[in-house]
């Protein structure tokens, strides 16, 4: 069973980088087929896609995110990551970092709350 | 792009029926047959109950059930059951290769 585990500060201050990182476990990230996605979900709001990488190493962004995120891979130790330009107190969000498969997300991490602030 | 569009609200009484529109463009629910549904309870991560428009996952109840007709997409709950109450998403894959979620809508079991 693949499980997903995100990490990272909760706290950035505002003009600063966000930096995630999500491990994967159960599975090789290299496996192909999947895209590792980042979504991320404003207090009491809906979710938002951010971006994935594909298993081919291709990125895909958010447009109105584009200009600010970063997502990469790291196989060496399983693991995914996001970088977030700078942040604002509008970038304050649950982050869930995700396994997708044919358009959906299957796997779910349990996701991390990233506060912005000084 | 712009957030798929669903209603905030649905409600209904335990053993009936609901429907949870998703209304989108030609550019994403009207272009390809790739709406996924997600129920999300307080608190927890999302859980996907449907994908590309009506196939559900292993496990997940077939009292879901997902289409499609032209921009809208449509997640139907039959027999209503308490444990259903949660927040609901649709999502689109789309023309420029990237993905959109909808509004949401709280489903609440009277």
């Known amino acids: 069973q693949v499980q997903l585990q995100e990490s990272g500060p909760g706290l950035v201050k505002p003009s600063q980088t966000l930096s995630l990182t999500c491990t994967v476990s159960g599975g090789s990230i290299s496996s192909g087929g999947y895209s590792w996605t980042w979504i991320r979900q404003h207090p009491g709001k809906g979710l938002e896609w951010i971006g994935y990488i594909s298993y081919s190493g291709s990125t895909y962004y958010n447009p109105s995110l584009k200009s600010r995120v970063t997502i990469s891979v790291d196989t060496s130790k399983n693991q995914f990551s996001l970088k977030l330009s700078s942040v604002t107190a509008a970038d304050t969000a649950m982050y869930y970092c995700?396994?997708?498969?044919?358009?959906?997300?299957?796997?779910w991490g349990q996701g991390t709350l990233v506060t912005v602030s000084s | 792009q712009s957030a798929l569009t669903q209603p905030a609200s649905v409600s209904g009484s335990p053993g009936q029926s609901i429907t949870i529109s998703c209304t989108g463009t030609s550019s994403d629910v009207g272009a390809y047959n790739y709406v996924s549904w997600y129920q999300q309870h307080p608190g927890k991560a999302p859980k996907l109950m449907i994908y590309?428009?009506?196939n559900r996952p292993s496990g997940v109840p077939d009292r879901f059930s997902g289409s499609k007709s032209g921009n809208t997409a449509s997640l139907t709950i039959s027999g209503l059951q308490a444990e259903d109450e949660a927040d609901y998403y649709c999502s689109s894959y789309t023309s420029s290769s990237t993905y959109v979620f909808g509004t949401g809508t709280k489903v609440t079991v009277l």
């Open positions: 995700a396994r997708a498969m044919a358009t959906s997300v299957w796997y």
């Open positions: 590309e428009v009506s």
